[in-house]
């Protein structure tokens, strides 16, 4: 659990971070801003479940895909003792490797904030209501 709010406290720095970035950067006049969207298809992908953002990079789609399998296994697992013991195990190695993602992110700062939202989104839904 401890490595859950980790990560969570990591997303919240790479968002932070990302919004000083943009009040030091906002242009004085007129802009036009445009969205462009960029579908990437590998054959060795599953379809991003519902509510995962779409990343550029291929290893980051794929881990963001597992890793919000893994989370929707977890909560279900919540309330089975023996299960739980045994996928807070796996939940560490999800946060070694979250913490490798964000770092690739890091470079992205759209994708970055993307991450991060998504992030806190599924640990609120990991809250007990």
Do not use: H
């Not at 030091?24 to 379809?47: I, L, N, S, V």
């Not at 013991?85 to 904030?113: C, F, N, Y």
């Not at 998504?118 to 839904?125: E, I, N």
Request: proline share 6%; aromatic share 6%.
């Amino acid at each position: 659990m401890k490595k859950l709010f980790a990560v969570l406290a990591i997303a919240g720095v790479m968002v932070a971070c990302n919004n000083k970035k943009k009040d030091e950067k906002a242009p004085e006049g007129d802009t036009t801003t445009t969205t462009t969207t960029t579908t990437t298809t590998t054959t060795e992908t599953t379809p991003a479940p519902a509510g995962v953002p779409t990343f550029s990079d291929p290893e980051v789609q794929k881990f963001a895909n597992d890793y919000a399998a893994f989370m929707t296994e977890y909560k279900a697992g919540m309330s089975d003792p023996a299960k739980l013991a045994e996928l807070s195990t796996k939940l560490q190695d999800w946060s070694k490797r979250s913490t490798e993602i964000g770092m690739k992110l890091a470079t992205k700062p759209e994708e970055a904030k993307a991450w991060a939202e998504w992030v806190m989104a599924l640990s609120k839904d990991m809250m007990p209501k």
